[in-house]
C-alpha cells in the first residue's frame, strides 16, 4: 500500500512543482514588461525635462531687451535714431493676383527672398543655377 501513497505524494508535488514554475515564468514576464514600460516612461520624462529647458531659455531670451530690439527690427523695421532702414522690393514684370504674396516673376525666376532681390538688384536679371546652359 504503501506505492499508492508514494505515488500519489509525487503527483502532488509534480503537479506543484510545474504550477510554480508557471506561475514564476508569468510573473518574470510581466516584470519584464513592466521594466521596458518603466524605462520608456524615463526616456520620456528626461525628453520632456530637456524640452522643458529649451521652453525655459526661449522664454528667457523673450522676455530680454535683445529679443525686443530684433523683433522691432526684423518684423516691424524700426530702427534706432540715426540709422536708416532699407528694403530692397522686387521690381515686379507682370501683375501680382491678389493673395500671392511677395513672389514675383522677374526674368523667368520667382524672386521670393530678400536675397534674390538684392542679386538681382546688384547684378541684374540673373539665371538660376539649375536653369543654366
Do not use: C
Not at 520632456?48 to 529649451?54: G, N, V
Not at 522664454?59 to 527690427?73: C, F, I, N, Q
Amino acid at each position: 500500500m504503501k506505492a499508492p501513497i508514494a505515488q500519489f505524494v509525487a503527483i502532488i508535488a509534480l503537479t506543484l512543482s510545474i504550477f510554480l514554475i508557471v506561475d514564476f515564468g508569468r510573473r518574470a514576464a510581466a516584470n519584464y514588461r513592466i521594466q521596458r514600460e518603466a524605462d520608456q516612461l524615463t526616456q520620456e520624462v528626461e525628453a520632456a525635462k530637456r524640452y522643458q529647458t529649451r521652453l525655459l531659455a526661449q522664454r528667457t531670451y523673450a522676455a530680454s531687451d535683445l529679443y525686443v530690439e530684433e523683433v522691432a527690427r526684423r518684423d516691424l523695421k524700426w530702427s534706432k535714431a540715426g540709422e536708416t532702414v532699407v528694403v530692397v522690393q522686387p521690381t515686379l514684370e507682370e501683375p501680382v493676383a491678389p493673395g500671392q504674396g511677395v513672389q514675383a516673376q522677374s526674368g523667368g525666376r520667382v524672386i521670393a527672398t530678400p536675397q534674390q532681390a538684392w542679386l538681382d538688384l546688384f547684378f541684374g536679371k540673373t539665371v538660376p543655377l539649375d536653369h543654366a546652359p
